[in-house]
């Protein structure tokens, strides 16, 4: 199953960008440009080329042109191909809206987590309330007088007032308002582009069906939205907070938009910008406490984007609790980012089976911190 890389030069010109030709026995093309599903190759949908419309895995071994070699495709070349991909992507939204629901392609992803999804429902439940709630603060030196202590005070008792103050509220007690999370789901075109390797994508497919599934019913407790973060932006809509998905159906549209997204979406990186739009913007929601989680494949390096600046957007706000999950990783990437994030703020994990535990780590870390 795992696709090898192999770095390859072509030294040839992209012409127009095209989807290719679809070949029926699905031999594996590298170079060239005629082929839809070859690697290595231009103008056409694969993987590892240069100048193609979009990406297109046919299951081969990848043959990878070089970062410079993508960079100097020319700008109109460029251009077509941004745009028959997001013709391509729209398309596919339109087909998915039109669809029927595919219960065995449901079932893949659901049936993968199920044991997940109650693993996470346990936690929830156990879930304690974390905001503080203005309420009278009794037995005060001063303040107004408490009604109560009036014989008290007769009696020379000089704690009998009671003022309006911040409580931290006892353990147990039911919450006043929903906790807030916000799952930041990568759908960066790696995502796709290296599913072959460790099934990143189909990873981040199931923690998002979990999560679905996990919440539902919890509206109470948590109020939850999903946002697609890749090249093409970082406030892409999966899930709104005002409008989840009530059964598989809708479930399973917001699985296939991450996997057409990661598709035909353009390469890049706005996991920073992502996580600090996000922090920003939960902040201003009234909450019993604040989560972001960051699902990203760690792939910041090939972007330039330095773990120090990772780290600064993850604990830019007290208010807001973020952390990383990493779900891909090429070779040690994903633990090398580890070391560098503050502790306890990041995790790895290349099983879906991990999830469960480590948002019971998320949920319960701000119940031991006195924040």
């Known amino acids: 199953m795992a696709h090898i890389t192999i770095q390859r030069d072509s030294g040839l010109d992209v012409s127009a960008p095209k989807h290719g030709k679809i070949d029926a026995n699905n031999d594996p093309h590298v170079g060239g440009n005629q082929w839809a599903g070859g690697t290595g190759g231009r103008d056409t949908a694969g993987l590892g080329g240069k100048g ?7 299951g081969h071994k990848v043959h990878q042109v070089s970062q410079a070699e993508k960079d100097a495709v020319p700008e109109e070349v460029r251009k077509a191909a941004r745009e028959m991909g997001e013709k391509a992507f729209r398309e596919r939204l339109k087909e998915i809206n039109m669809s029927e629901y595919d219960a ?3 079932e893949r992803f659901s049936s993968a987590v199920s044991r997940q999804v109650q693993s996470l429902r346990i936690v929830l439940d156990s ?3 974390k905001g503080k709630e203005r309420q009278w603060l009794k037995n005060q030196a001063l303040g107004e007088l408490d009604d109560a202590k009036i014989i008290d005070g007769l009696t020379g008792e000089k704690a009998i007032y009671k003022r309006r103050g911040e ?3 006892e353990l147990g007690s039911p919450q006043q308002k929903p906790k807030r999370l916000r799952v930041l789901a990568d759908v960066s075109g790696s995502m796709y582009r290296f599913n072959g390797v460790d099934r990143r994508l189909e990873r981040s497919m ?5 999560v679905m599934e996990g919440l539902e019913n919890y509206e109470h407790k948590f109020k939850y939205d999903i946002v697609g973060h890749s090249g093409d932006g970082y406030d892409i809509e999966l899930v709104r907070a005002d409008k989840v998905p009530k059964n598989n159906k809708e479930r399973l549209k917001v699985l296939k938009t991450m996997h057409a997204h990661s598709q035909f979406c353009m390469s890049g990186d706005f996991t920073l910008e992502g996580t600090d739009s996000s922090i920003k913007e939960l902040v201003k929601e009234e909450a019993d406490e604040h989560f972001v989680v960051v699902l990203s494949d760690a792939n910041l390096e090939r972007y330039g984007i330095r773990p120090e600046r990772f780290a600064q957007v993850l604990t ?3 208010q807001v609790n973020a952390f990383a999950i990493f779900i891909g990783s090429l070779g040690d990437q994903a633990e090398r980012l580890q070391k560098t994030l503050p502790a306890g703020r990041s995790f790895v994990a290349m099983d879906t089976k991990q999830i469960p535990q480590i ?7 701000t119940m031991l911190s006195s924040a």
């Open 359 to 365: 948002l019971q780590q998320i949920f319960t870390s």
């Open 206 to 210: 199931e923690a998002v069906c979990m």
């Open 316 to 318: 830019s706000d007290p």
């Open 52 to 58: 193609g419309p979009y990406r297109l895995d046919a």
């Open 104 to 106: 065995a392609m449901y």
């Open 127 to 129: 879930l304690q309330a």
């Open 167 to 169: 409580l931290d509220p």
